[in-house]
């Protein structure tokens, strides 16, 4: 029974956590507000410019690592999983960009350490091993990142970067699903290669 309430109230959760923007319990000491516990458009706080920098960051490194793995592959299905992901995540980078000007986030505009020893590995890898490094680097990049949106849904300020995370979060879910998916499946083939 206590297992059946606590699975309603999870149910209920990501409703309520999409109805808050503008989240005033998270108001900068210095924001400007339109109306009591209503933040000014493009008043960010904290979590509102540590996700768009994360974010920003992770976007791009999608774009990059996905450019590799379409050149690389020789799998269709991974070929066409990277092929999504540089769409995908370009359309993404680019929305985000166009609200972190607006609310003067500055965006890194170079990989990250983590992004580029990543790049380097899959670079060393052919074949098999670089279709099951890459997506489990993919499952793992895109679960940090439902982690950030659901961070920035239920703690950001600024109601347009809210709804840039709200609007992401599904797609983003489906490519950690298609990306497990993949992973599943390849590494089946794989292991049934080795024992034929």
Known sequence: MRALTIAAGLAFLPAYAFAQFGNSGFLAP????????????????????????LVAAGGMAEVVLGKLAAGKTGQDEVKAFANRMVNDHDKANGRLRGIADNSKIPLPDALDPDSLKMR?????????????????????????TVQLLIWEIGSGQDAEIQGFAKMTLPTVLEHLQTARDLQAQLAGRYQLSKAE
């Open 30 to 53: 210095d924001t400007k507000v339109d109306a009591l516990g209503k933040p000014a458009p493009n008043e960010t706080n904290y979590t509102d410019r540590s996700f768009a920098q």
């Open 120 to 144: 380097a590995d899959l670079e060393r890898l052919d074949g098999a091993q670089f279709d099951l490094a890459y997506l489990k680097g993919q499952v793992i990049d895109h679960q940090k």
